[in-house]
């Protein structure tokens, strides 16, 4: 069975950073592309970027580029989203899901952030 | 960048209605087009994948076509499960970009 679990999310002051992580089972993670997406409050679903199998690549929405990086650790399964300089603009849902295609997601983890 | 144009953005119907979704590409996309279903306080689910192919175990009464730049989610008749927010996404190209969601609500 397919399972992804993100954690990592909490309240962070505006400029502050936070970590998550994505870690994945039942499928072949070392194959897969892995993406980022995430909702805020009442909002639709917005990508924010995806890496390549190997790491060797990754790819970012304009609203992240140069403050968010994502990576990888195929001997863990598992995919982080290291996010800096955050704004308020950032709160929300961050889903973890597998290629881009997304075809299977975990349950979220909320950002919160805030004064 | 390829922008994606859901319509509507919302839908009122009955139990037993049947319902259309659109999304419109800003440029082609071949079929590399999924559409996904969201209840409040869950993550997507992917229902159609490559535009048209139904994802296991999701009931026939869904269905997805299109190709290029005109796609179509249809759900033949409405259930009560069917009441959600649906969104489609492309992945032929980065930026990948989702349409603006449609709510489907009970009238």
């Known amino acids: 069975e397919v399972q992804l679990l993100e954690s990592g999310g909490g309240l962070v002051q505006p400029g502050g950073s936070l970590r998550l992580s994505c870690a994945a089972s039942?499928?072949?993670?070392?194959?897969?592309?892995m993406i980022w997406v995430r909702q805020a409050p009442g909002k639709g679903l917005e990508w924010v970027g995806s890496i390549h199998p190997d790491g060797s690549e990754e790819s970012y929405a304009d609203s992240v580029k140069g403050r968010f990086t994502i990576s990888r650790d195929n001997a863990k399964n598992s995919v982080f989203l290291q996010m800096d300089r955050l704004s308020v603009d950032d709160t929300a849902i961050y889903y973890c899901?597998?290629?881009?295609?997304?075809?299977?997601w975990g349950p979220g983890t909320l950002a919160t952030v805030s004064p | 960048d390829i922008q994606m144009t859901q319509s509507p953005s919302s839908l009122s119907a009955s139990v037993g209605d049947r319902a259309t979704i659109t999304c419109r590409a800003s440029?082609?996309?071949?079929?590399?087009l999924g559409w996904y279903q969201q209840k409040p306080g869950k993550a997507p689910k992917r229902l159609i994948y490559a535009a048209s192919t139904l994802e296991s175990e999701v009931p026939s009464r869904f269905s997805g076509s299109g190709s290029g730049t005109e796609f179509t989610l249809t759900i033949s008749s409405l259930q009560p499960e069917d009441f959600a927010t649906y969104y489609c996404?492309?992945?032929?190209?980065?930026?990948?970009?989702f349409g603006g969601g449609t709510k489907v609500e009970i009238k």
């Open positions: 039942g499928f072949a993670f070392t194959n897969n592309w």
């Open positions: 440029q082609g996309i071949r079929n590399d």
């Open positions: 996404l492309q992945h032929n190209k980065f930026p990948l970009s």
């Open positions: 899901s597998i290629s881009n295609r997304a075809s299977h």
